[in-house]
């Protein structure tokens, strides 16, 4: 499926829109951007969470770099046939990175239904 950067970032932002205010009031020194692709290692990765999680933070964490949640364009929209399908991968790949933010990981998510 074939989809502008302007309008993917569009989806992205809408995706964090839809973090509840209350979860996304807690999150922490962290950025979510958009790239093209994965590492070439893993190239079909949607999504990657980079940083410290919230639940490994403690009083030693002072100046640190913001953690980056990316979200890889290209997989995304090679997956997907249909726009909607596209909004709903992108929802999920979002939620998916945000939680390991928290601490949360990938066999806790995938019993919920975002791995």
Same mark, same amino acid.
């Given at each position: 499926?074939?989809?502008?950067?302007?309008?993917?970032?569009?989806? @992205?932002?809408? %995706?964090?829109?839809?973090?509840?205010?209350?979860?996304? %009031?807690?999150?922490?020194?962290?950025?979510?951007?958009?790239?093209?692709?994965? +590492?070439?290692?893993?190239?079909?990765?949607?999504?990657?969470?980079?940083?410290?999680?919230? #639940?490994?933070?403690?009083? %030693?964490? #002072?100046?640190?770099? +913001?953690?980056?949640?990316?979200?890889?364009?290209?997989?995304? #929209?090679?997956?997907?046939? #249909?726009?909607?399908?596209?909004?709903?991968? @992108?929802?999920?790949? @979002?939620? *998916?990175?945000?939680?390991?933010?928290?601490?949360?990981?990938?066999? %806790?998510? *995938?019993?919920?239904?975002?791995?």
């Amino acid at each position: 499926m074939e989809i502008g950067e302007q309008e993917f970032e569009g989806l @992205v932002s809408e %995706a964090l829109d839809g973090v509840p205010a209350e979860l996304a %009031a807690l999150m922490d020194n962290v950025v979510v951007l958009v790239e093209d692709e994965p +590492p070439a290692e893993e190239p079909d990765l949607l999504g990657l969470y980079e940083g410290i999680p919230l #639940t490994q933070r403690d009083s %030693a964490y #002072t100046f640190a770099q +913001p953690d980056r949640i990316l979200v890889f364009r290209g997989p995304l #929209t090679r997956m997907c046939e #249909t726009p909607e399908e596209l909004v709903e991968e @992108v929802r999920i790949t @979002v939620v *998916h990175e945000i939680a390991h933010h928290f601490g949360i990981g990938d066999h %806790a998510l *995938h019993d919920l239904g975002y791995a």
